[in-house]
């Protein structure tokens, strides 16, 4: 049988985000992270926005698509003491407005999260959650309401799962 292992890693390396495209989603998500911050501070309405990255880009399972855009997702969580009486649409609109004038095209208001498009390159989607000390976050689904989702478990349990030379992580990119 004939042995493929070289050919896979050489695929890996051409399918794989390169680290200065890599540098540049870092620097862009904590720029967008920055105004999100200073939005809520001028606001003062008493919210302080914490994120947390997930998605493929978190999990170093990124790929550079045919098409040439890619998305990172980072997570804005609000510690809360209970369920917000506000509703999932006024945290959207807060977002939305918090990243509205970052780039030239309008974020866009998505079910599960806004949208920060870069000129065709690349996007950022922001999903929005509320987490009470030590119970699951819920996400703020504009079409369902707020709902128990937890990317940092799945991660968590992803990395648990990776070997130490990547193999897992390759096969995923494949």
């Known amino acids: ?98 990243v509205n004038g970052h780039t030239k095209q309008n974020p866009i208001d998505k079910q599960t999260c806004v949208r920060l498009v870069y000129a065709g390159q690349y996007h950022l989607d922001l999903p929005i959650y509320y987490i009470i000390e030590g119970q699951t976050p819920y996400l703020a689904h504009k079409g369902r309401g707020w709902i128990q989702s937890d990317p940092r478990e799945f991660r968590k349990w992803f990395n648990d799962k990776a070997d130490n030379d990547g193999q897992l992580k390759r096969i995923v990119r494949y």
């Open 1 to 98: 049988m004939a042995n493929c292992h070289q050919l896979f890693l050489e695929f890996n390396n051409l399918i794989a985000l390169d680290s200065k495209r890599k540098e540049t989603l870092r620097t862009s998500r904590d720029a967008v992270r920055e105004r999100i911050r200073r939005y809520f501070r001028d606001k003062q309405n008493g919210f302080v926005p914490k994120f947390h990255g997930q998605g493929s880009f978190m999990m170093n399972t990124i790929i550079e698509p045919l098409d040439g855009e890619f998305d990172i997702d980072d997570g804005i969580y609000f510690k809360l003491k209970a369920k917000p009486l506000q509703a999932v649409s006024t945290f959207h609109k807060w977002i939305w407005e918090a």
